[in-house]
C-alpha cells in the first residue's frame, strides 16, 4: 500500500491538495487518475482513506471518506545520537529511528563530535519518507543543536541511560529496560564520550548501559538501542 504524507489534521468529509513530490508521486509514478483510492498519513495518530477526485498538472485534490485515529503508547522511547561526521550514516539512522517508531530523536554535539549543525529540511524529508514506507502513524520529533551539557541537564520523562565505552561496571541494556517504561538513552559519537562527559551524565542520573561485547558504530548502536526496547514493549504486549 502506498501511503501519502498531508501535515495537519484530517476530517472525514475533507476536501484537500496535495502538490509537488506527493502529486507528482501519485500521477507520474503511480499513474493514479481521478476516482483512485488514496490513504493519507500526517504523522499525528491520523489515517485517511479517500479518493482522488481532480488531477491538474502538478497538484491532486481529495475527499476524505475515512480517518483511522491511532493513540499514542503512555510510554514514551527518546534516543539521543552525537552528531557524526559523515551525513550520510546521520541520514541513514533518522530514517531507521522513524521506521522503528522512536518517539524523539536528540542529535547533540559533544567534546568528541567533528561537525555541529544537521540539515534539518533533508532530515525531514528522509523522515517523512519513512514514515510512508513503515506505514507508522506518528512521526517523531526531532531535534537538533542541542550541546551536551543541556543533553544532560534536561528533563526527560522517565529512565535515562547512557552507552559508552569506557571501563566501567554496566549492565546489559537488555536487562535494565523494562517494557512500557520511557526511557532516554545516548550514544556517543565516533570517538565515544570523553570523561567528563561521562562524569556529568552521572551527576545527572543517567545510568550507564552496554549494548553487548561487539564495538559498534555510533549510528549502529543507536539502532541496536532501538531495536532491544522496541522488542521488549512488542513481547510484553
Given at each position: 500500500?502506498?501511503?501519502?504524507?498531508?501535515?495537519?489534521?484530517?476530517?472525514?468529509?475533507?476536501?484537500?491538495?496535495?502538490?509537488?513530490?506527493?502529486?507528482r508521486?501519485?500521477?507520474?509514478?503511480?499513474?493514479?487518475?481521478?476516482?483512485?483510492?488514496?490513504?493519507?498519513?500526517?504523522?499525528?495518530?491520523q489515517?485517511?482513506?479517500?479518493?482522488?477526485t481532480?488531477?491538474?498538472?502538478?497538484?491532486?485534490?481529495v475527499?476524505?471518506?475515512?480517518?483511522i485515529?491511532?493513540?499514542?503508547?503512555?510510554?514514551?522511547?527518546?534516543?539521543?545520537?552525537?552528531?557524526?561526521?559523515?551525513?550520510?550514516?546521520?541520514?541513514?539512522?533518522?530514517?531507521?529511528a522513524?521506521?522503528?517508531?522512536?518517539?524523539?530523536?536528540?542529535i547533540?554535539?559533544?567534546?568528541?563530535?567533528?561537525?555541529?549543525?544537521?540539515?534539518?529540511?533533508?532530515?525531514?524529508?528522509?523522515a517523512?519518507?519513512?514514515?510512508?514506507?513503515?506505514?507508522?502513524?506518528?512521526?517523531p520529533?526531532?531535534?537538533?543543536?542541542v550541546?551536551f551539557?543541556?543533553m544532560?541537564?534536561?528533563?526527560?520523562?522517565?529512565s535515562?541511560?547512557?552507552?559508552?565505552?569506557?571501563?566501567?561496571?554496566?549492565?546489559?541494556?537488555?536487562?535494565?529496560?523494562?517494557?512500557?517504561?520511557?526511557?532516554?538513552?545516548?550514544?556517543?559519537p565516533e570517538?565515544?564520550?570523553?570523561?567528563?562527559?561521562?562524569?556529568?551524565?552521572?551527576?545527572?542520573?543517567?545510568?550507564?548501559?552496554?549494548?553487548?561485547?561487539?564495538?559498534?558504530?555510533?549510528?549502529?548502536?543507536?539502532?541496536?538501542?532501538?531495536?532491544?526496547?522496541?522488542?521488549?514493549?512488542?513481547?510484553?504486549?
Amino acid at each position: 500500500m502506498n501511503y501519502f504524507f498531508h501535515p495537519g489534521s484530517l476530517s472525514e468529509g475533507e476536501g484537500l491538495n496535495l502538490i509537488d513530490e506527493e502529486a507528482r508521486h501519485a500521477i507520474k509514478v503511480l499513474r493514479l487518475t481521478k476516482g483512485s483510492s488514496i490513504q493519507l498519513i500526517n504523522g499525528l495518530g491520523q489515517l485517511g482513506e479517500g479518493e482522488l477526485t481532480n488531477v491538474s498538472g502538478n497538484r491532486i485534490s481529495v475527499t476524505i471518506h475515512k480517518v483511522i485515529s491511532e493513540s499514542k503508547p503512555d510510554y514514551e522511547i527518546s534516543i539521543g545520537l552525537a552528531m557524526l561526521k559523515k551525513r550520510d550514516r546521520l541520514e541513514w539512522f533518522i530514517e531507521k529511528a522513524v521506521e522503528l517508531a522512536a518517539d524523539k530523536i536528540f542529535i547533540f554535539s559533544s567534546q568528541h563530535t567533528e561537525k555541529s549543525n544537521a540539515d534539518m529540511k533533508r532530515l525531514n524529508k528522509i523522515a517523512v519518507s519513512a514514515l510512508k514506507q513503515s506505514g507508522n502513524l506518528w512521526m517523531p520529533e526531532i531535534i537538533t543543536g542541542v550541546g551536551f551539557q543541556d543533553m544532560v541537564s534536561g528533563s526527560y520523562k522517565g529512565s535515562k541511560f547512557i552507552a559508552h565505552c569506557r571501563d566501567e561496571e554496566k549492565k546489559l541494556l537488555r536487562d535494565t529496560y523494562h517494557a512500557s517504561e520511557s526511557a532516554l538513552v545516548l550514544i556517543g559519537p565516533e570517538g565515544d564520550f570523553s570523561e567528563p562527559e561521562i562524569k556529568l551524565a552521572h551527576d545527572h542520573g543517567f545510568v550507564p548501559v552496554s549494548l553487548g561485547e561487539l564495538r559498534l558504530r555510533a549510528e549502529t548502536a543507536a539502532l541496536s538501542t532501538l531495536i532491544t526496547m522496541q522488542i521488549a514493549n512488542q513481547v510484553a504486549h
